[in-house]
């Protein structure tokens, strides 16, 4: 059975650090592109960043361009997000999610990824 589970998350201050990890199981996915979302109360799920199944190409949305790195260690079976510089509007729960193998090139939309994790919570204090 194919696990994502993420960890990291917890309350910061604005300006602050938080570095996400997401754990996969089940299945390797080296040959699957990864990628972050991320929900607020009363929105609806957005996309945050994706990264390329070798780890070579990745994307952000503008809201978090230059504060946020997505990384991939294909060894441990990891996706990890470093957020720096994180601000009130960055509070939400942050969710994982894998693309099916062989889905190689890094998506932003959420219909795009088979797999997803439980999330975890990051709450920024201004």
């Known amino acids: 059975q194919v696990q994502l589970v993420e960890s990291g998350g917890g309350l910061v201050q604005a300006g602050g650090s938080l570095r996400l990890s997401c754990a996969a199981s089940?299945?390797?996915?080296?040959?699957?592109?990864m990628g972050w979302f991320r929900q607020a109360p009363g929105k609806e799920r957005e996309f945050v960043a994706t990264?390329?199944?070798?780890?070579?190409?990745?994307y952000y949305a503008d809201s978090v361009k230059g504060r946020f790195t997505i990384s991939k260690n294909n060894a441990k079976n990891t996706v990890y997000l470093q957020m720096n510089s994180l601000k009130p509007e960055d509070t939400a729960v942050y969710y994982c999610?894998?693309?099916?193998?062989?889905?190689?090139?890094?998506?932003?939309?959420?219909?795009?990824?088979?797999?997803w994790g439980l999330g975890t919570q990051v709450t920024v204090s201004s």
């Open positions: 990264i390329s199944s070798s780890g070579s190409s990745t």
């Open positions: 089940g299945r390797t996915f080296i040959s699957s592109a």
């Open positions: 999610a894998a693309r099916g193998e062989g889905h190689t090139i890094s998506a932003v939309t959420t219909r795009l990824y088979d797999y």
